[in-house]
């Protein structure tokens, strides 16, 4: 009961950005079960638009260039909930 919360809560809170240095991000957003193609695109917009939110200030956010996706199972769901991240360098102008 515990650990389907925890993930409720995690799902709940994305879409993302986690600093993971300097001038490195991570971006994450929820694409949900049996994805379409809208949801796979709005989601790389969603990415794009965190790192370009996170790296304000530092320069402009150019993705390392792979895009992870993960499934995160989650009790009282039919399937596994797909989630997607991509790492960004905030590059000064």
Same mark, same amino acid.
């Given at each position: %009961? #515990? ?15 986690e ?5 490195? #991000? ?11 193609i ?7 917009? %969603? ?9 304000k ?7 390392e ?6 499934? %995160? ?17 905030? #590059?000064?102008?």
């Amino acid at each position: %009961m #515990i650990a389907a919360a925890a993930a409720l809560l995690s799902l709940a809170s994305l879409p993302a950005a986690e600093v993971v240095d300097n001038d490195r #991000i991570k971006v994450t957003a929820h694409l949900g079960e049996n994805a379409s193609i809208r949801k796979h695109t709005k989601a790389h917009l %969603m990415l794009r638009k965190l790192a370009k939110r996170a790296c304000k200030g530092k320069g402009k956010p150019v993705s390392e260039g792979t895009l992870h996706l993960e499934t %995160m199972p989650v009790d009282g769901y039919p399937a596994s909930q797909l989630v997607v991240s991509e790492y960004y360098r905030c #590059i000064a102008d």
